[in-house]
């Protein structure tokens, strides 16, 4: 027999032996025809499931309908199934709503792992990373600095400063994408993020994920279901007219420095040298991924690291004295993270805490495999927990507690960043986490520099840090004021 019949004969008997002796994976007992649904439907579902771990083991399984989820609690697991064993497990599972937000599979966050999509993710990939090795540094200061502006011109008075986030961080995507901007009057800008944040909310919720584990439901009027819908629309509407703006305006002279010009041009080199085609389709949706991945997730993490700030103000000093003495006046740069090791702590103490997308997205096992020794059939969903595993006592010693100074990263802390997964890993890692990390890096040392935040009286509340979380872990909205450093540096 061929080499290759003979492998797989022997895979598979290899597979037969395997499954009757590995044992089965824990997990809480099965409800009659619910199975364990609601263990999902929790409010603060990473919590629920960290918690389900400290019964069950860093592995456990969950049933829902006929899905087999399996939920990876500790950096360990995680890290077996991501990255050694990437190609095992990096599927997405396909399924009626998801089909809907991602037209049809294209987008590259919930497209399952076929040739199209690799593609597709190559292509992105060297889009952003020609784009951000030309212009992001220098993008991010713009923002970091028009941010800066804005809080100037609170004068001291008391804000909730997610909006401002959001829109800083959606011009740092909006300007790599599509050369543009917005300010946070521009109405075009907020419809979009208004309804990028519906999409995801509302495809966050039981009544969406009901339609797919029950396909029945699907005949009956659901108004939640009406409304994806109709965000989807607006949302595909306003991205194409932009797409549609940028071919007219740079007709044959598609600048590579933006992201767009650069898809765009790739699509139709690829178009040539490959059987797999790529068309203005898969660019429209990568847009989609970029501003989607792009702008909740950074916004959240400012928001978190300002409310953890004023839990623990005195944090605040350290940074600002450790920048006064290595940068003596001048903003910092990228690459002067080395020699500011106080600042880059609080960036990991506080992605450590709140991964703010908790539990990744969903990885679907493409063939049969195994993680710490247990038997995952094809198909089985993989939910990789991320804030379990940032909250692992074997790992974090007094996992819970903001300990961004000397206590954890630093000499003798005894944590290390490495140990760190708040961008998931191998096959489906954050396709934007060198983007993420000059952001939290930049944006937090302008921000820390020429601003000391505090609360806006003595009597107000400090921020609940337990969060809301749905894809994207937020904290609860709060009021802050910044107040600018009485000696600017310059
Ligand atoms: C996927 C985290 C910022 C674009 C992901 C995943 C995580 C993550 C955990 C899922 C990985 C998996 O499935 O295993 C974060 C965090 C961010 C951040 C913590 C900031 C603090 C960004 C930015 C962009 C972005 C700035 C875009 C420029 C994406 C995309 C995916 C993704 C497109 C889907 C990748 C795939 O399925 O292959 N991110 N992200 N993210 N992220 Fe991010």
Known sequence: APPAVKRSLLQSLCGLLHRP?????????????????????????????????KRYGNIYRLKCGNTTMVVLSSGD????????????FAGRSV?????????????????????????????????????????????????????????INYQGGAVDLSEDFTVAASNVITTLVFGKEYDKSCSELQQLHSCL?????????????????????????????????????????????????????????????????SLLEGVSKHRKDHDVVLTDVHVHMATVDLLIGGTETTAAWLNWTVAFLLHRP?????VYEELCTVLEGRYPKYSDRHRLPVLCSLVHEVLRLRPVAPLAVPHKAVRDSSIAGYFIPKNTIIIPNLFGAHHDPAVWPDPYSFKPVQERFLEGGGGSP???????????????????????????????????????DVEAALPDLRGVASVVLKVKAFTVVARPRIRPLS
């Open 314 to 318: 005195e944090i605040q000093t350290k």
């Open 95 to 151: 399924s009626y709503t998801a089909d809907i937000v991602s037209g049809g599979g294209r987008t590259i966050s919930l497209g399952d792992y076929t040739e199209e999509w690799k593609a597709h993710r190559r292509l992105v990939h060297s889009a952003l990373q020609r784009c951000c090795k030309q212009s992001l540094h220098d993008v991010i200061e713009r923002q970091a600095l028009q941010l800066r502006k804005v809080l």
């Open 197 to 261: 944040n519906e999409i995801v909310a509302l495809w966050g919720s039981a009544w969406i994920s009901a339609l797919d584990t029950f396909p029945l439901l699907r005949k009956f009027p659901n108004p939640v279901f009406s409304r994806l819908l109709r965000e989807v629309t607006r949302r595909d509407e306003i991205i194409r007219k932009h797409l549609n703006q940028y071919k007219v305006q740079s007709q044959d002279n598609k600048s590579t420095d933006v992201i767009t010009g």
């Open 77 to 88: 697991v995680i890290r077996e199934a991501l990255v050694k064993k990437w190609s095992d």
């Open 418 to 456: 490495r140990a760190l997964v708040p961008f998931g890993g191998g096959a489906r890692l954050c396709l934007g986490e060198t983007v993420a990390k000059m952001e939290l890096f930049l944006f937090t040392a302008y921000l820390l520099r020429d601003f000391c935040f505090c609360l806006p």
């Open 21 to 53: 002796s590995s044992p089965s994976i824990p997990g809480p007992p099965c409800r009659f025809l619910i199975g364990n649904m609601t263990e999902l439907m929790q409010d603060h579902l990473p919590i629920h499931l960290t918690d389900l771990a």
